[in-house]
């Protein structure tokens, strides 16, 4: 049996993540803009939410020349976030 698709992205973003101590307790913080733009286009894919893709379009903007495609786009057709990439790009583009 395979795991869903999202769990081992998941997997990759806890052994990505740094660990913070704020205010006594251990949080596991995103450490590139990748993971974020992933998780913002999973967020928004049940609940089609508009906010979080226009997050993930501010972030695709100000970071677009940095961004490691070799890594963000696998991720992209792996978790079935086509949808929400094009709305995304449509938004930059605008």
Known sequence: MS???V???IVAL?????????QGMQLF???VAEDVVIAK???????ASR???EDAAGI?????DSLDRSYLDPWVLKLELAKEWDDAQRIIST
């Open 3 to 5: 795991l869903p698709p």
């Open 7 to 9: 769990l081992p992205k």
């Open 14 to 22: 806890i052994d990505q993540a740094r660990r913070v101590d704020m």
């Open 29 to 31: 913080v995103a450490s």
């Open 41 to 47: 286009l999973e967020w928004a894919k049940p609940s």
């Open 51 to 53: 906010r979080q893709i």
């Open 60 to 64: 695709l903007k100000i970071a677009e």
